[in-house]
């Protein structure tokens, strides 16, 4: 089965820029959602198709896929960014989740 | 503005049984597949099932095939989760999802989950 490696945590400092990284095969091949999940609440969709980001989410919110990578940026990181980011793609007939990250804005 | 709300989770004994729902509104429910998904308590997203427009056809993953079953009432704006013969591994919180079936150029297939309720838990425990 298809797996989608996050690293388990990313810490950034205030206002500098937070990159959280989803690895799998090919992934550049694939297209790649993001949903952020703050504590105790349920996920939201922060970026859909790669890049392109829902009505609503901040323009500091970007992504990338290419290779074995496909990266959220969340450039100017806020307190109010703090919570766990999931990756999602679809392969063998199947919705594919990576593991989460968790964000730290120190 | 969409909204999805959750019901019906609780405590179940292993082997027991639970119906969860979801009423949705600010969107045609009758227009959209819809999912459930769920998250074991400190753990990731797993997608669980999924059914079309009219019920007409349904997904699941592997470890539900046969014990839960999805369905919907398009003029209640309501989708439900029948779940059966739980385990403890079923342990977690229940969210209903919409969900989107975006097919690209070359008609490769990329689904994903645009609004999501805020969840329902289901404790099973003896």
């Known amino acids: 089965s298809y797996e989608l490696t996050q690293p388990l945590s990313v810490s950034v400092a205030l206002g500098q820029a937070a990159r959280i990284t989803c690895g799998g095969n090919n992934i550049g091949s694939k297209n790649v959602h993001w949903y952020q999940q703050m504590p105790g609440q349920a996920p939201v969709l922060v970026m859909y198709r790669d890049t392109n980001r829902p009505s609503g989410i901040p323009e500091r919110f970007s992504g990338s896929n290419s290779g074995n990578t496909a990266t959220l940026t969340i450039s100017r990181a806020q307190a109010g960014d703090e919570g766990d980011y999931y990756c999602q793609v679809w392969d063998s007939s199947t919705v594919v989740f990576g593991g989460g990250t968790k964000l730290t804005v120190l | 503005e969409v909204q999805l709300v959750e019901s019906g989770g609780g405590l179940v004994q292993p082997g027991g049984s639970l119906r969860l729902y979801c009423v949705v509104s600010g969107f045609t429910f009758s227009s959209y597949w819809m999912s459930w998904v769920r998250q074991a308590p400190g753990k990731g997203l797993e997608w669980v099932a999924n059914i079309k427009q009219d019920g007409s056809e349904k997904y699941y993953v592997d470890s539900v095939n046969g014990r839960f079953t999805i369905s919907r009432d398009n003029a209640k704006n309501s989708l439900y989760l029948q779940m059966n013969s739980l385990r403890v591994e079923d342990t977690a919180v229940y969210y209903c999802?919409?969900?989107?079936?975006?097919?690209?150029?070359?008609?490769?297939?990329?689904?994903?989950?645009?609004?999501w309720g805020q969840g329902t838990l289901v404790t099973v425990s003896s």
């Open positions: 999802a919409r969900y989107i079936r975006f097919f690209d150029s070359n008609n490769y297939y990329h689904p994903y989950f645009d609004s």
